[in-house]
């Protein structure tokens, strides 16, 4: 909903600009110092953002087999617990490292370098039902560790490549809102980084 709402807020922000730069031309500024103040003002606009974020859930079971008092003769003890994990993962761009280069000279909008990808997941474990006796009780140090490696398989079921994936097809999105600007101005789109599709802009 946060990201909607800067996307909305950000096109109204362009919408804006164009009109400014109605304005600026029809009142005899310089073309080329107004395009580069516009271009280069929504550029630095666009600060640290998260892009995308997702939210994973899972049940882990998990049973202890020992022997009574831990007689080999005596018959086997068995408890078990299941954990409820969560894990949340989310992708975000600085933006502050991305460098774009307005050339208003040769009406030119290049963009030099991306950020990478910053990946975080956050996991939480919490026991939802255990079953143990009165003669093998869970201890304190098998909390710890069961819920320790329940939070390690949980950071295990996000498929980070995919969410890099997805994430820069987000900011891509990002991005576009200043390249349609770009285009708007009559700007060529410079992509030194090899890495865009901007066929379709």
Do not use: C, W
Not at 52 to 78: A, C, H, N, R
Not at 97 to 105: H, P
Not at 109 to 123: R, S
């Amino acid at each position: 909903m946060n990201y909607i709402k800067q996307i909305i807020g950000f096109s109204i922000g362009v919408i804006i600009t164009l009109l400014a730069v109605y304005f600026f031309k029809n009142f005899g500024k310089d073309e080329a110092n107004t395009d580069y103040y516009i271009l280069t003002n929504q550029i630095s606009k666009m600060n640290k953002m998260v892009v995308l974020e997702q939210d994973f859930s899972s049940m882990q079971k998990t049973k202890i087999t020992s022997k009574l008092l831990g007689v080999y003769i005596l018959p086997s003890l068995e408890k078990q617990i299941v954990i409820f994990t969560k894990a949340k993962a989310q992708v975000s761009y600085d933006l502050k490292k991305m460098k774009l280069e307005v050339d208003s000279d040769n009406k030119k909008l290049i963009i030099k370098e991306l950020p990478n990808a910053d990946i975080k997941i956050f996991t939480d474990a919490e026991i939802s039902s255990l079953d143990d006796s009165f003669f093998d009780r869970f201890t304190q140090e098998d909390f710890k560790r069961i819920t320790s490696n329940a939070k390690k398989n949980a950071e295990k079921t996000v498929d980070q490549t995919k969410l890099r994936s997805e994430g820069r097809k987000q900011l891509l999105q990002n991005l576009n809102d200043i390249f349609v600007l770009a285009k708007a101005l009559n700007y060529e789109i410079v992509d030194e980084t090899k890495t865009l599709d901007l066929s379709k802009l």
